[in-house]
Protein backbone atom coordinates (compact mmCIF):
# COMPACT_ATOMS: atom_id res chain seq x y z
CA UNK A 1 0.00 0.00 0.00
CA UNK A 2 1.53 3.12 -0.90
CA UNK A 3 1.57 6.29 1.39
CA UNK A 4 -1.15 8.83 0.93
CA UNK A 5 -0.04 12.41 -0.02
CA UNK A 6 -1.06 13.87 3.05
CA UNK A 7 1.12 11.21 5.45
CA UNK A 8 4.45 12.55 6.97
CA UNK A 9 5.55 9.19 7.23
CA UNK A 10 7.67 9.40 3.96
CA UNK A 11 9.33 5.99 4.04
CA UNK A 12 13.33 6.52 2.77
CA UNK A 13 12.58 10.42 1.82
CA UNK A 14 16.30 10.77 3.13
CA UNK A 15 17.78 8.12 0.52
CA UNK A 16 15.68 10.12 -2.21
CA UNK A 17 17.61 12.07 -4.72
CA UNK A 18 16.56 15.62 -4.30
CA UNK A 19 13.86 16.16 -7.17
CA UNK A 20 12.48 13.07 -5.74
CA UNK A 21 12.15 14.26 -2.39
CA UNK A 22 10.94 17.90 -3.88
CA UNK A 23 8.00 15.60 -5.88
CA UNK A 24 7.32 14.00 -2.35
CA UNK A 25 6.82 17.64 -0.36
CA UNK A 26 4.75 18.79 -3.87
CA UNK A 27 2.70 16.32 -3.23
CA UNK A 28 1.63 16.92 0.24
CA UNK A 29 1.85 20.45 -0.04
CA UNK A 30 0.50 21.12 -3.52
CA UNK A 31 3.32 23.13 -4.72
CA UNK A 32 3.41 24.55 -8.07
CA UNK A 33 5.68 23.77 -10.29
CA UNK A 34 7.54 27.04 -10.70
CA UNK A 35 7.93 26.13 -6.79
CA UNK A 36 9.78 22.99 -7.43
CA UNK A 37 11.74 24.70 -9.71
CA UNK A 38 12.51 27.27 -7.34
CA UNK A 39 13.05 24.97 -4.85
CA UNK A 40 15.71 22.75 -7.13
CA UNK A 41 17.53 26.18 -8.30
CA UNK A 42 20.17 26.15 -5.64
CA UNK A 43 21.99 29.48 -6.63
CA UNK A 44 25.64 29.49 -5.55
CA UNK A 45 25.03 26.94 -3.44
CA UNK A 46 25.60 23.36 -5.63
CA UNK A 47 22.71 21.10 -4.54
CA UNK A 48 25.34 18.02 -4.32
CA UNK A 49 27.08 20.23 -1.80
CA UNK A 50 23.75 21.38 -0.03
CA UNK A 51 22.68 17.14 0.07
CA UNK A 52 26.34 16.37 2.25
CA UNK A 53 25.93 19.54 4.38
CA UNK A 54 22.32 18.13 6.03
CA UNK A 55 19.83 15.76 5.27
CA UNK A 56 16.90 15.16 3.66
CA UNK A 57 17.59 18.34 1.59
CA UNK A 58 14.78 19.99 -0.66
CA UNK A 59 16.69 23.17 -1.64
CA UNK A 60 18.62 26.11 -0.21
CA UNK A 61 18.01 29.54 1.00
CA UNK A 62 19.73 32.33 -0.04
CA UNK A 63 20.51 35.66 2.05
CA UNK A 64 21.71 38.74 0.76
CA UNK A 65 25.51 38.91 1.79
CA UNK A 66 26.56 42.46 2.07
CA UNK A 67 29.90 44.39 2.72
CA UNK A 68 30.57 47.09 5.73
CA UNK A 69 33.13 49.39 5.01
CA UNK A 70 35.08 51.62 6.64
CA UNK A 71 36.59 49.56 9.29
CA UNK A 72 40.12 49.95 10.66
CA UNK A 73 41.06 47.19 13.19
CA UNK A 74 44.60 47.07 14.84
CA UNK A 75 45.71 49.28 12.32
CA UNK A 76 44.74 47.66 9.19
CA UNK A 77 41.59 48.44 6.68
CA UNK A 78 39.04 45.37 6.56
CA UNK A 79 36.13 45.11 4.35
CA UNK A 80 33.44 42.79 6.57
CA UNK A 81 31.14 40.24 4.45
CA UNK A 82 27.68 40.15 6.53
CA UNK A 83 25.04 37.54 5.85
CA UNK A 84 21.72 39.03 6.91
CA UNK A 85 18.35 39.27 5.81
CA UNK A 86 17.73 42.49 8.19
CA UNK A 87 17.87 46.39 6.63
CA UNK A 88 20.48 48.35 8.35
CA UNK A 89 22.69 46.08 9.63
CA UNK A 90 25.06 46.52 7.37
CA UNK A 91 24.43 50.33 7.16
CA UNK A 92 25.18 50.49 10.99
CA UNK A 93 28.51 48.89 10.67
CA UNK A 94 29.79 51.19 8.26
CA UNK A 95 28.16 54.50 10.04
CA UNK A 96 29.93 53.45 13.54
CA UNK A 97 33.37 52.28 11.72
CA UNK A 98 33.00 55.73 9.75
CA UNK A 99 33.11 57.91 12.99
CA UNK A 100 36.23 56.30 14.31
CA UNK A 101 38.16 55.29 11.52
CA UNK A 102 40.29 58.80 11.49
CA UNK A 103 40.96 58.07 15.47
CA UNK A 104 42.06 54.95 14.49
CA UNK A 105 39.59 52.45 14.63
CA UNK A 106 38.95 49.01 16.64
CA UNK A 107 42.35 47.61 18.84
CA UNK A 108 41.35 43.84 19.60
CA UNK A 109 42.56 40.98 21.42
CA UNK A 110 41.74 37.12 22.54
CA UNK A 111 41.95 35.29 25.85
CA UNK A 112 43.27 32.54 23.63
CA UNK A 113 41.67 29.37 21.72
CA UNK A 114 40.59 27.00 24.68
CA UNK A 115 37.13 24.83 24.07
CA UNK A 116 35.47 23.39 27.38
CA UNK A 117 34.00 19.61 26.81
CA UNK A 118 31.70 18.44 29.76
CA UNK A 119 31.91 14.79 31.48
CA UNK A 120 28.53 14.42 33.39
CA UNK A 121 29.10 11.87 36.09
CA UNK A 122 26.27 10.94 38.36
CA UNK A 123 25.62 8.34 41.14
CA UNK A 124 29.19 8.74 42.92
CA UNK A 125 28.69 8.49 46.75
CA UNK A 126 31.90 10.34 47.63
CA UNK A 127 32.10 12.90 44.91
CA UNK A 128 34.94 15.10 47.00
CA UNK A 129 37.05 11.99 46.28
CA UNK A 130 36.05 11.31 43.04
CA UNK A 131 36.75 15.10 42.36
CA UNK A 132 40.33 14.39 43.69
CA UNK A 133 40.93 11.38 41.80
CA UNK A 134 40.28 12.36 38.52
CA UNK A 135 42.66 15.35 38.89
CA UNK A 136 44.99 13.13 40.28
CA UNK A 137 45.30 11.71 36.64
CA UNK A 138 46.07 14.81 34.72
CA UNK A 139 49.09 13.34 32.81
CA UNK A 140 46.46 9.92 31.66
CA UNK A 141 43.81 12.81 30.66
CA UNK A 142 46.18 14.69 28.59
CA UNK A 143 47.13 11.67 27.32
CA UNK A 144 44.14 10.27 26.22
CA UNK A 145 43.06 13.66 24.87
CA UNK A 146 45.82 14.10 22.75
CA UNK A 147 46.11 10.32 21.20
CA UNK A 148 42.54 11.18 19.60
CA UNK A 149 44.10 14.33 17.22
CA UNK A 150 47.85 14.36 16.26
CA UNK A 151 47.19 16.67 13.60
CA UNK A 152 45.72 19.20 15.98
CA UNK A 153 48.60 18.31 18.31
CA UNK A 154 51.11 18.96 15.53
CA UNK A 155 49.60 22.95 14.83
CA UNK A 156 50.10 23.62 18.36
CA UNK A 157 46.61 23.01 19.78
CA UNK A 158 46.09 20.02 22.17
CA UNK A 159 44.51 19.25 25.70
CA UNK A 160 45.51 22.25 28.14
CA UNK A 161 43.95 22.09 31.82
CA UNK A 162 41.68 19.63 33.68
CA UNK A 163 38.57 21.21 35.95
CA UNK A 164 36.62 18.99 38.06
CA UNK A 165 33.15 20.61 39.74
CA UNK A 166 30.80 19.16 42.42
CA UNK A 167 27.38 19.73 41.19
CA UNK A 168 24.35 19.64 43.39
CA UNK A 169 21.45 19.34 41.43
CA UNK A 170 17.94 18.48 41.34
CA UNK A 171 18.89 14.60 40.69
CA UNK A 172 21.44 14.33 43.30
CA UNK A 173 25.36 15.30 43.14
CA UNK A 174 27.14 15.26 40.11
CA UNK A 175 30.85 15.68 39.61
CA UNK A 176 31.56 17.54 36.23
CA UNK A 177 34.91 17.24 34.25
CA UNK A 178 35.87 20.06 32.24
CA UNK A 179 38.58 18.97 29.78
CA UNK A 180 40.33 22.38 28.29
CA UNK A 181 41.36 22.19 24.89
CA UNK A 182 43.63 24.79 22.76
CA UNK A 183 41.75 24.35 19.20
CA UNK A 184 43.71 26.38 17.08
CA UNK A 185 41.88 27.48 13.83
CA UNK A 186 39.08 25.07 14.13
CA UNK A 187 35.68 26.15 16.43
CA UNK A 188 36.83 22.51 18.06
CA UNK A 189 33.66 21.13 18.82
CA UNK A 190 34.34 17.86 17.21
CA UNK A 191 38.16 17.37 18.41
CA UNK A 192 36.47 18.27 22.09
CA UNK A 193 32.96 16.13 21.69
CA UNK A 194 35.77 13.17 20.64
CA UNK A 195 38.06 13.34 23.64
CA UNK A 196 35.20 13.54 25.84
CA UNK A 197 34.01 10.49 24.60
CA UNK A 198 37.02 8.68 24.84
CA UNK A 199 37.32 10.26 28.02
CA UNK A 200 34.20 8.94 29.76
CA UNK A 201 34.98 5.24 30.54
CA UNK A 202 38.15 5.85 32.47
CA UNK A 203 36.37 8.47 34.76
CA UNK A 204 33.63 5.85 35.30
CA UNK A 205 36.50 3.38 36.37
CA UNK A 206 38.32 5.81 38.33
CA UNK A 207 35.47 6.72 40.45
CA UNK A 208 32.85 3.96 40.00
CA UNK A 209 30.30 6.37 39.08
CA UNK A 210 28.46 6.05 35.63
CA UNK A 211 28.60 8.92 33.06
CA UNK A 212 26.55 10.54 31.34
CA UNK A 213 26.89 13.21 28.68
CA UNK A 214 30.26 13.82 27.07
CA UNK A 215 29.63 17.09 24.84
CA UNK A 216 31.52 20.71 24.87
CA UNK A 217 29.82 23.85 26.42
CA UNK A 218 28.74 26.45 24.72
CA UNK A 219 29.47 28.88 27.48
CA UNK A 220 33.62 29.73 26.00
CA UNK A 221 34.76 31.76 28.78
CA UNK A 222 38.33 30.22 28.03
CA UNK A 223 37.83 31.60 24.22
CA UNK A 224 36.67 35.29 24.89
CA UNK A 225 37.52 37.84 22.01
CA UNK A 226 37.80 41.13 22.70
CA UNK A 227 37.15 44.83 21.00
CA UNK A 228 37.78 48.31 21.80
CA UNK A 229 37.48 51.96 20.74
CA UNK A 230 37.34 55.36 21.10
CA UNK A 231 34.58 57.49 19.19
CA UNK A 232 35.68 61.59 19.58
CA UNK A 233 32.97 63.26 20.63
CA UNK A 234 33.55 65.89 17.96
CA UNK A 235 33.03 62.68 15.28
CA UNK A 236 29.81 61.56 17.54
CA UNK A 237 27.85 64.96 17.38
CA UNK A 238 28.65 66.29 20.90
CA UNK A 239 27.75 65.99 24.43
CA UNK A 240 23.82 66.09 24.42
CA UNK A 241 24.34 62.56 21.90
CA UNK A 242 27.38 61.04 24.11
CA UNK A 243 25.22 60.85 27.10
CA UNK A 244 22.00 59.97 25.67
CA UNK A 245 24.21 56.87 24.27
CA UNK A 246 25.62 56.55 27.76
CA UNK A 247 22.06 56.54 29.42
CA UNK A 248 20.97 54.06 27.14
CA UNK A 249 23.84 51.75 28.10
CA UNK A 250 23.43 52.28 31.53
CA UNK A 251 19.54 51.62 30.71
CA UNK A 252 20.96 48.23 29.11
CA UNK A 253 23.00 47.37 31.88
CA UNK A 254 20.55 47.52 34.73
CA UNK A 255 17.54 46.10 32.72
CA UNK A 256 17.17 42.65 31.53
CA UNK A 257 14.76 43.48 29.34
CA UNK A 258 16.44 46.29 27.32
CA UNK A 259 19.55 44.13 27.67
CA UNK A 260 17.93 41.33 25.38
CA UNK A 261 17.19 43.97 22.90
CA UNK A 262 20.73 45.99 23.30
CA UNK A 263 22.71 42.37 22.69
CA UNK A 264 20.03 41.37 19.80
CA UNK A 265 21.40 44.18 17.99
CA UNK A 266 25.28 43.39 18.75
CA UNK A 267 24.05 39.67 17.69
CA UNK A 268 22.92 41.31 14.45
CA UNK A 269 26.32 41.94 13.63
CA UNK A 270 27.79 39.30 15.04
CA UNK A 271 25.52 36.73 13.66
CA UNK A 272 25.99 37.81 10.35
CA UNK A 273 29.71 37.51 10.15
CA UNK A 274 29.84 33.79 11.28
CA UNK A 275 27.16 32.97 9.25
CA UNK A 276 28.89 34.91 6.11
CA UNK A 277 32.42 32.82 6.99
CA UNK A 278 30.30 29.35 7.51
CA UNK A 279 30.47 29.37 11.23
CA UNK A 280 28.09 28.43 14.02
CA UNK A 281 26.17 31.23 14.60
CA UNK A 282 23.86 29.29 17.37
CA UNK A 283 27.41 28.22 19.45
CA UNK A 284 28.05 31.79 19.26
CA UNK A 285 24.86 33.08 19.99
CA UNK A 286 24.01 30.66 22.69
CA UNK A 287 27.84 31.31 24.29
CA UNK A 288 26.84 35.27 24.46
CA UNK A 289 23.95 35.27 26.14
CA UNK A 290 25.70 32.53 28.74
CA UNK A 291 28.33 35.23 29.18
CA UNK A 292 25.79 38.20 29.24
CA UNK A 293 24.72 36.49 32.37
CA UNK A 294 27.38 34.87 33.89
CA UNK A 295 26.98 37.34 37.40
CA UNK A 296 23.43 35.85 38.23
CA UNK A 297 21.76 38.36 35.95
CA UNK A 298 21.62 39.27 32.46
CA UNK A 299 23.51 42.22 31.67
CA UNK A 300 24.95 44.72 28.52
CA UNK A 301 27.84 42.57 26.57
CA UNK A 302 29.25 46.02 25.97
CA UNK A 303 30.55 48.81 28.42
CA UNK A 304 30.75 52.52 27.50
CA UNK A 305 32.35 55.18 28.84
CA UNK A 306 33.65 58.55 29.15
CA UNK A 307 37.57 59.06 28.71
CA UNK A 308 39.01 61.96 30.30
CA UNK A 309 38.81 64.08 27.41
CA UNK A 310 35.47 63.71 26.64
CA UNK A 311 35.32 61.16 24.40
CA UNK A 312 33.03 58.04 23.93
CA UNK A 313 35.15 55.00 24.80
CA UNK A 314 32.87 51.12 23.97
CA UNK A 315 34.47 47.91 24.73
CA UNK A 316 32.99 44.56 24.14
CA UNK A 317 34.05 41.14 25.48
CA UNK A 318 32.06 37.78 24.71
CA UNK A 319 32.78 34.04 24.16
CA UNK A 320 33.93 33.77 19.83
CA UNK A 321 34.17 29.94 18.65
CA UNK A 322 34.39 30.04 15.43
CA UNK A 323 37.13 28.92 13.20
CA UNK A 324 38.62 28.69 9.48
CA UNK A 325 38.81 24.82 9.19
CA UNK A 326 35.91 22.73 9.27
CA UNK A 327 32.34 22.69 9.20
CA UNK A 328 30.98 24.62 6.43
CA UNK A 329 33.63 27.40 6.23
CA UNK A 330 35.80 24.84 3.83
CA UNK A 331 32.92 23.68 2.35
CA UNK A 332 30.95 26.87 1.38
CA UNK A 333 31.99 28.29 -1.52
CA UNK A 334 30.73 31.92 -0.40
CA UNK A 335 32.22 31.12 3.33
CA UNK A 336 35.04 30.37 1.58
CA UNK A 337 34.97 33.99 -0.41
CA UNK A 338 34.45 35.74 2.83
CA UNK A 339 37.34 34.32 4.43
CA UNK A 340 38.98 35.45 1.71
CA UNK A 341 37.55 39.01 1.57
CA UNK A 342 38.28 39.49 5.00
CA UNK A 343 41.59 38.44 4.65
CA UNK A 344 42.11 36.66 8.08
CA UNK A 345 44.70 34.36 8.66
CA UNK A 346 43.73 32.28 11.92
CA UNK A 347 39.94 31.89 13.73
CA UNK A 348 41.33 33.75 16.50
CA UNK A 349 41.97 36.89 14.31
CA UNK A 350 38.71 36.31 12.68
CA UNK A 351 37.01 36.08 16.00
CA UNK A 352 38.55 39.36 17.10
CA UNK A 353 37.28 41.17 14.01
CA UNK A 354 33.93 39.73 14.68
CA UNK A 355 33.88 41.67 18.53
CA UNK A 356 34.82 44.65 16.79
CA UNK A 357 32.10 44.46 14.21
CA UNK A 358 29.40 43.76 17.11
CA UNK A 359 30.76 46.63 19.15
CA UNK A 360 30.19 48.96 16.24
CA UNK A 361 26.93 47.56 15.55
CA UNK A 362 26.08 48.92 19.16
CA UNK A 363 27.50 51.68 18.72
CA UNK A 364 24.96 52.48 15.92
CA UNK A 365 22.02 51.07 17.19
CA UNK A 366 22.08 53.14 20.69
CA UNK A 367 23.32 56.12 18.78
CA UNK A 368 20.06 56.15 16.49
CA UNK A 369 17.70 54.73 19.25
CA UNK A 370 19.36 57.87 21.81
CA UNK A 371 18.95 61.03 18.45
CA UNK A 372 16.56 60.01 15.69
CA UNK A 373 14.55 56.68 16.68
CA UNK A 374 15.50 53.46 14.62
CA UNK A 375 12.68 53.90 12.80
CA UNK A 376 13.66 56.84 10.66
CA UNK A 377 16.77 54.21 9.00
CA UNK A 378 15.05 51.35 8.89
CA UNK A 379 11.85 52.45 7.39
CA UNK A 380 14.02 54.06 4.13
CA UNK A 381 15.39 50.30 3.46
CA UNK A 382 12.41 48.56 4.75
CA UNK A 383 9.99 51.18 2.41
CA UNK A 384 11.73 49.33 -0.18
CA UNK A 385 10.81 45.38 0.78
CA UNK A 386 7.15 46.96 0.93
CA UNK A 387 6.85 48.62 -2.48
CA UNK A 388 8.77 45.10 -3.79
CA UNK A 389 6.16 43.05 -2.11
CA UNK A 390 3.45 45.51 -3.84
CA UNK A 391 4.51 44.69 -6.94
CA UNK A 392 7.10 47.55 -7.71
CA UNK A 393 10.04 46.20 -10.19
CA UNK A 394 12.61 48.40 -11.05
CA UNK A 395 13.18 52.19 -10.91
CA UNK A 396 9.40 51.77 -9.68
CA UNK A 397 10.71 50.63 -5.93
CA UNK A 398 12.62 53.47 -5.55
CA UNK A 399 9.94 55.66 -6.06
CA UNK A 400 7.16 54.17 -4.52
CA UNK A 401 9.52 53.72 -1.53
CA UNK A 402 10.44 56.73 -1.61
CA UNK A 403 6.60 58.16 -1.36
CA UNK A 404 6.06 55.72 1.70
CA UNK A 405 8.96 57.28 3.77
CA UNK A 406 7.49 61.05 2.72
CA UNK A 407 4.10 60.64 3.88
CA UNK A 408 5.40 58.39 6.86
CA UNK A 409 3.07 55.62 6.19
CA UNK A 410 5.40 52.36 4.81
CA UNK A 411 1.87 50.14 4.64
CA UNK A 412 1.23 47.39 1.90
CA UNK A 413 -2.05 49.29 1.19
CA UNK A 414 -0.11 52.29 0.41
CA UNK A 415 2.51 51.02 -1.59
CA UNK A 416 0.04 49.37 -3.98
CA UNK A 417 -2.16 52.26 -4.05
CA UNK A 418 0.99 54.33 -4.79
CA UNK A 419 2.18 52.01 -7.32
CA UNK A 420 -1.69 52.37 -9.18
CA UNK A 421 -0.92 55.87 -9.25
CA UNK A 422 2.48 55.61 -10.69
CA UNK A 423 1.53 52.97 -13.10
CA UNK A 424 -1.45 54.87 -14.42
CA UNK A 425 0.86 58.13 -14.75
C1 LIG B 1 17.03 45.70 15.86
O1 LIG B 1 17.23 44.52 15.13
C2 LIG B 1 18.15 45.93 16.85
C3 LIG B 1 17.92 47.06 17.85
O2 LIG B 1 16.67 46.86 18.50
C4 LIG B 1 19.05 47.00 18.84
C5 LIG B 1 18.87 47.90 20.04
O3 LIG B 1 17.74 48.20 20.42
O4 LIG B 1 19.92 48.27 20.62
C6 LIG B 1 17.86 48.39 17.18
Not at 16 to 27: G, M, S, T
Not at 154 to 166: A, Y
Not at 383 to 397: H, K, P, V
Amino acid sequence: MSTPASSSRIAGFHKLPIAERVEAVARFAGLEPGECAHLLDTGNLPAELADHLIENVVGTMNIPVGIATNMRIDGEDRLIPMATEESSVVAAVCNAARQCYDAGGFVTSMSGTLMIAQIQLTGVSDPQLARLRILERKAEVQASCDACDPVLLQLGGGFRDLEVRVLETRGGTMVITHIVVDTRDAMGANAVNTMAEKLAPQIAGWTGGRTNLRILSNLADRRLARARCVWPLAAIGGEAVRDGMLSAYHFADADPYRAATHNKGIMNGISAVVLATGNDTRAVEAGAHAYAARNGRYASLTHWEVTAEGDLAGSIELPMAVGLVGGATKLHPTAKIALKVLGVRSAEALARTIAAVGLAQNFSAMKALATTGIQKGHMALHAQNIAMMAGALGEEIERVARVLVAKGTVRIDVAEAELKALRAG
